[in-house]
């Protein structure tokens, strides 16, 4: 509890970001943001292209599995769905970009919306399963309907085009994954504080209870699923414009798997989660990297060490899980109530 | 640290110093010009992951090769400089591991870990104008000298290495049956569509195609398939190692005679020796020597024996020999006095003819497009523990 902070009105107690402070910084986070890639290397810049779509999917699967708590991992096929509809429409009628990302979201949605049908009669490890279920038969239909998907080989895809502007390398493309991400960061965040999040979270916390409450199971889970998939097929249409070329191999279980460890990292059922899951999961083997860069190591002795890198990224999420298992967004809140409450201990 | 707030402003302090130290700005990178002497290679290797096996070796090979050259002076007096990194075998990793080196030096030359990355990075290799490109992918994609005009392969494409085997399996037993075993992946699928079209033009017979997922996998009713079949040769592809074993324990135990034969990723030769007993007679497809053959005049297998006393992988080899081809090009645009671009680097890689590889390959060297589809067939020999060639060099050239 913040104190200091009190409200007289409706509006002010509603307020997503509620303190002049907050407020402050968060300019300042937004500026930075601005200025970032006229500062940035193209290396960071990639970085920052790749960490922004993660964070989208993630927070799409967070709403599902950390709100909703339905655990899902079929991520990767949602991914995958939304980066074959950009190709297949920008390569087949040329639609527009920000078209084709919004119909990859669509794409990926309706099959959302069809595998959170048996999540009305199985839960936890049997749901898990059951999106599994959804990634093979993903990855069968983009192996084998070649005319469409191009088989095995895949499909190229040309840069993004907005406004007539190809956005053929980094500086450009964060222009356009940026707005995206942060509109789909505030889009989870006001979801959740709605009816619609109201009753993810009570069937989160028991779906039982919440039937009687007289919240729908199945409308509700079906939107959860169809909300989460929407963010997975938007992040995966500009995976497919990012990286320029799609396979089925590009969207394996371990993606899946990759975002699930993200939201758990980051803090399940938190939107700060989702940011902080993602910025671990993509940055710490890169800080790690050139962490073994700047020990002074022979070239032998790196050639040994480059597996303690794996085993180091591995330890910290074992380490997180075990002291802190509400994740990186509990230590961020920790460190911010030690500032508020400063000189008083929290 | 006596209060946490002075342990959280520490921890900030050192965060914001680290970010300092490891976000070098577009002005910073410009205010740092690369030096002018050394050629850049940069790779994306990898050093861990699924495919570290071949990543130490390809990294010990060109560390090798560039010691060597470095060691006579380099190139027309300029030395070339390897920037490696560590990408785990996964495209984004590698791509970032690319804007890192790129961003951080005057790259020419480099060197790819795989058939995703390529084509990833493809489009920026293009618009970069800047750098040549091989690596570890023998796609067939990639040997597309118009999609990929900046980049080559060391050895033949996928395809070119079936069709190779095919022209062994041809000579040594005409209108024989044949069978291809493929992983259900891009790298699987490449050849089989030059499979199907090569056995028939060389009156082959080919009777089964199977299909598995990559890895270990029951075969049993796959091997059924293949006793129905019985082929005279069977051929794999798609894989380094499982499910081969098993395929071949299975299929001897049933009795079947059918000569097994892999590609270039599973040729090397302890990882035909790890198949077993029963993989004796095991043959394959390799563009280059194995290390410790001392047939004819091979100055630079010599050479690699005294640098490195023990024995050396065929990945080691690929390495070895892709930075000797892409210094090769380097040097040959230098001579001509030409700027130092993809373009010209191509070129001038083009226009090597009968090189003298030292040995790595046996015979000389010509480069047309973006494959070198040139290859001999080996046979493993348990009894020496060794691969053996079988055949003469092949070229499809």
Request: hydrophobic share 50%; proline share 5%; with cysteine.
């Amino acid at each position: 509890m913040r104190i200091g902070t009190a409200r007289q009105t409706y509006a002010a107690d509603a307020a997503l970001f509620d303190t002049p402070t907050q407020r402050a910084w968060l300019a300042v986070l937004a500026v930075a943001l601005l200025g970032f890639p006229f500062l940035a290397s193209e290396y960071w810049l990639y970085l920052a292209c790749l960490v922004a779509i993660h964070i989208l999917s993630a927070t799409g699967l967070n709403i599902l599995t950390g709100y909703t708590g339905l655990v899902s991992l079929g991520q990767a096929a949602f991914m995958g769905v939304g980066a074959y509809t950009v190709a297949i429409l920008q390569q087949r009628w040329g639609v527009p970009s920000l078209l084709s990302l919004a119909a990859a979201g669509l794409a990926a949605l309706l099959l959302g919306l069809l595998v959170g049908l048996p999540s009305l009669r199985v839960k936890g490890l049997y749901l898990a399963i059951a999106t599994i279920a959804a990634g093979v038969l993903a990855h069968f239909a983009f192996s084998h309907f070649t005319t469409v998907t191009g088989g095995s080989a895949g499909l190229t895809v040309r840069p993004a085009s907005v406004l007539g502007i190809a956005l053929e390398d980094s500086f450009r493309f964060y222009w356009l994954v940026l707005p995206l991400t942060a509109a789909g960061l505030l889009g989870s965040a006001n979801l959740l504080r709605t009816r619609i999040g109201r009753a993810f979270i009570a069937i989160r916390d028991r779906d039982i209870s919440a039937e009687v409450l007289g919240i729908p199971l199945l409308r509700y889970k079906l939107l959860a699923f169809a909300i989460s998939s929407f963010y997975a097929g938007v992040a995966g249409g500009l995976y497919a414009f990012f990286f320029r070329a799609i396979t089925p191999e590009t969207f394996p279980l371990v993606l899946s798997i990759f975002f699930l460890a993200a939201i758990i990292v980051g803090g399940l059922g938190t939107v700060l989660g989702s940011i902080l899951g993602a910025l671990f999961m993509t940055l710490v083997p890169e800080v790690l990297k050139s962490v073994m860069g700047w020990l002074p190591l022979s070239g032998n002795a790196t050639l040994y060490l480059s597996p303690v890198r794996t085993i180091v990224f591995g330890a910290l999420i074992v380490l997180f899980l075990v002291f802190e298992p509400l994740g990186l967004a509990e230590v961020w809140r920790r460190v911010r109530r030690t500032f508020h409450l400063w000189p008083f201990r929290t | 640290m006596k209060t946490k707030r002075q342990f959280l402003a520490t921890t900030a302090a050192a965060a914001a110093a680290a970010a300092a130290a490891t976000l070098p700005g577009r002005v910073l990178a410009q205010a740092r010009p690369a030096a002018q002497e050394d050629i850049v290679l940069g790779a994306s290797v990898p050093m861990t992951g699924v495919f570290a096996f071949a990543g130490i070796g390809i990294d010990a090979g060109i560390k090798d090769y560039l010691e060597i050259l470095n060691g006579q002076g380099g190139i027309k007096g300029r030395k070339v400089r390897y920037v490696p990194e560590d990408t785990g075998y996964k495209v984004d990793q590698s791509l970032a591991a690319f804007k890192k080196i790129t961003g951080g030096n005057k790259v020419n030359l480099y060197y790819a870990d795989s058939t995703g990355f390529v084509k990833a990075v493809n489009p920026e290799v293009d618009r970069m104008g800047s750098i040549l490109m091989t690596g570890a992918s023998f796609a067939r994609e990639i040997s597309n000298a118009q999609k990929y005009p900046m980049q080559f392969m060391v050895g033949p494409d996928y395809s070119e290495m079936v069709g190779i085997l095919l022209q062994y399996i041809a000579k040594a037993k005409p209108g024989a049956k044949v069978a291809m075993v493929y992983s259900d992946t891009e790298f699987g699928k490449d050849p089989v569509d030059a499979y199907r079209a090569d056995s028939k033009k060389l009156g082959l017979n080919p009777v089964l195609e199977i299909v598995t997922p990559p890895g270990s996998v029951d075969v049993s009713t796959e091997v059924i398939k293949l006793r129905r079949a019985d082929p005279d040769y069977t051929i794999f592809h798609g894989y380094v190692s499982a499910p081969i074993p098993e395929f071949i324990n299975q299929a001897r135990a049933q009795g079947l005679k059918t000569s097994f034969m892999g590609t270039f990723w599973t040729m090397d030769n302890s990882t035909v020796m790890k198949m077993g007993p029963n993989a004796d007679g095991f043959m394959g497809v390799m563009p280059y020597r194995y290390y410790y053959d001392t047939e004819g005049k091979a100055p630079m297998l010599e050479r690699i024996r005294k640098m490195r006393p023990e024995y050396q992988s065929t990945a080691y080899m690929q390495g070895f020999l892709a930075t000797m081809l892409l210094t090769e090009a380097a040097r040959r645009c230098i001579e001509a006095g030409n700027e130092l671009n993809g373009k010209n680097l191509k070129t001038a890689l083009s226009s090597i003819r009968n090189f003298d590889t030292g040995g790595i390959i046996g015979v000389p060297l010509s480069i047309k497009g973006n494959s070198i589809p040139i290859g001999r067939i080996y046979k493993a020999d348990f009894k020496q523990q060794k691969m053996l060639p079988v055949s003469d060099w092949i070229s499809l050239q």
